[in-house]
């Protein structure tokens, strides 16, 4: 089966650093997308990876291994704003082109 | 501005009538997808298409049904067959057949039926 799991919630603090894990199980691999999502609004793309290794982007930046079907992004110098949704997301190839989704970690950033 | 719109942002409907949820945009992007998104969810795949006058099913495509007659527009229509459609609603759409297919989403439609 297609599998992608993340943890439910993290909490962290502002000006912090936290890593949002995130395994997966697919048939056929593509890349790996993270995408943002405040609470209500629609899911906005930060980062890529296909290519294992990390990725880096301002303040995010995404890891791959794809031998351990494994990824995380990274956060640093957290903000009020960062606290939203993470959903991890698989481009798989198993015929077509079609993404998997994770449930999404709600990252909760305290003052 | 090139972007995916969907209207409208909030629906409400009565139970047993069919509803159907606009997405079109203007980015030129062959393929197109509508994803169901409950409360602590993930996104599920309910419909996509990859070209013109063809769609395929996702993982929950039962009581929805889809058209694509233009690139720019995917229409997804709600049906009384679906046991439990309220949900918040996302299309997107991304450049076919790339490696480095990236989704953009629209800003979503929040469908609840009374």
């Known amino acids: 089966g297609q599998n992608i799991d993340q943890p439910t919630e993290m909490t962290a603090t502002e000006g912090a650093i936290v890593q949002i894990n995130c395994t997966y199980q697919t048939s056929g691999f593509n890349g790996l997308f993270w995408y943002q999502q405040h609470a209500g609004e629609a899911p906005t793309f930060l980062s890529y990876?296909?290519?294992?290794g990390l990725e880096e982007k301002g303040r995010f930046s995404s890891f791959l291994s794809r031998s351990k079907g494994y990824s995380y992004l990274l956060l640093k110098e957290l903000q009020m704003k960062d606290s939203a949704s993470y959903l991890c997301a698989v481009l798989t190839t198993s015929g077509t082109y079609k993404y998997i989704f994770g449930t999404g970690t709600r990252l909760k950033v305290l003052a | 501005d090139g972007g995916i719109t969907q209207s409208p942002k909030y629906l409400f409907r009565k139970e047993g009538q069919n509803v159907t949820l606009s997405c079109e945009q203007n980015?030129?992007?062959?393929?197109m997808y509508w994803y169901r998104q409950d409360p602590g969810q993930g996104l599920r795949l309910i419909y996509y298409s990859q070209i013109v006058n063809d769609f395929q099913k996702g993982d929950i495509a039962e009581g929805y049904s889809v058209s694509r007659e233009k690139k720019e527009s995917f229409p997804l229509t709600v049906t009384s067959a679906q046991k439990n459609p309220t949900a918040f609603y996302l299309c997107?759409?991304?450049?076919?057949?790339?490696?480095?297919?990236?989704?953009?989403f629209g800003p979503g439609t929040r469908l609840t039926v009374l």
């Open positions: 997107a759409s991304s450049i076919q057949g790339s490696s480095t297919d990236t989704q953009y």
């Open positions: 990876n296909v290519l294992d």
């Open positions: 980015l030129n992007h062959d393929a």
